[in-house]
């Protein structure tokens, strides 16, 4: 798979799953590459909050979503929590860019802490000590102390993080209006074209 552009997507157990999905969806109609991190928790809640049957093991949901979104060959590539020999793992390897959505409070922790002890928060850390772009798209209501510290940590360090807290000015219409107003703002934040939302001015109200 030949392309221009390359995004980590790193997708944990946080409510709205659909945010990640979709972004995926974008991200490959763009002949962007996505090398895809599913946590176990993110496997629970996307069987809950979707019609989407993940399969249990990376080669699988590999194959699954490359299907799903019509994706060409090597287009997605799916690695577990533990395969140290992912690009994303090292940053010779990994992408200029990574996004975590929708992102855990456990995650967002282990992250600002450094914890690296799975490839997700490898892949984060690999991000920030490479000085690259890293956007977290957390989802929780309401904040702890804690959880505003992590983001404030976080964002001194560069992090954009991206609420996953859609807003009602373009009027939607349906579930999917809403979801797609955050994934327009991920992928703005990507430097990616995308014509989910207009912008502010162009005929929103």
């Known amino acids: 798979m030949e392309s221009s552009r390359r995004v980590s997507l790193a997708i944990t157990g946080a ?20 090398l895809v991190m599913i946590s176990k928790a993110a496997q629970v809640v996307t069987a809950a909050e979707t019609e989407v049957k993940l399969p249990g093991t ?15 060959d090597g287009q997605i590539r ?17 992408p200029s860019s990574m996004v ?24 984060a850390d690999v991000t920030l000590k490479e000085r690259r772009k890293l956007i977290m798209v957390p989802r ?8 505003l510290e992590h983001m404030l940590k976080l964002t001194r360090m560069g992090v954009v993080v991206v609420p996953a807290s859609p807003g009602f000015y373009h009027k939607p219409e349906s579930v999917n209006d809403m979801v797609d107003f955050i994934v ?18 162009n005929k929103l109200l």
């Open 100 to 123: 975590i959505c929708p992102c855990s409070t456990g995650t967002l922790s282990a992250v600002a802490t450094g914890a690296s002890n799975n490839l997700i928060e490898r892949a």
């Open 15 to 34: 409510s709205g799953v659909q945010y990640a999905l979709r972004l995926l969806e974008c991200l490959v109609a763009q002949n962007v590459q996505v």
């Open 78 to 94: 799916v690695f577990g929590r533990e395969n140290w020999f992912a690009p994303v793992a090292s940053g010779s390897g990994a």
């Open 140 to 147: 929780e209501a309401p904040y702890s102390e804690i959880h």
């Open 184 to 201: 327009a703002r991920i992928l703005s934040q990507l430097d990616l074209p995308q014509d989910l939302m207009p912008a502010w001015g």
């Open 58 to 72: 990376p080669e699988a949901q590999e194959s699954f979503l490359t299907e799903l979104y019509g994706a060409a």
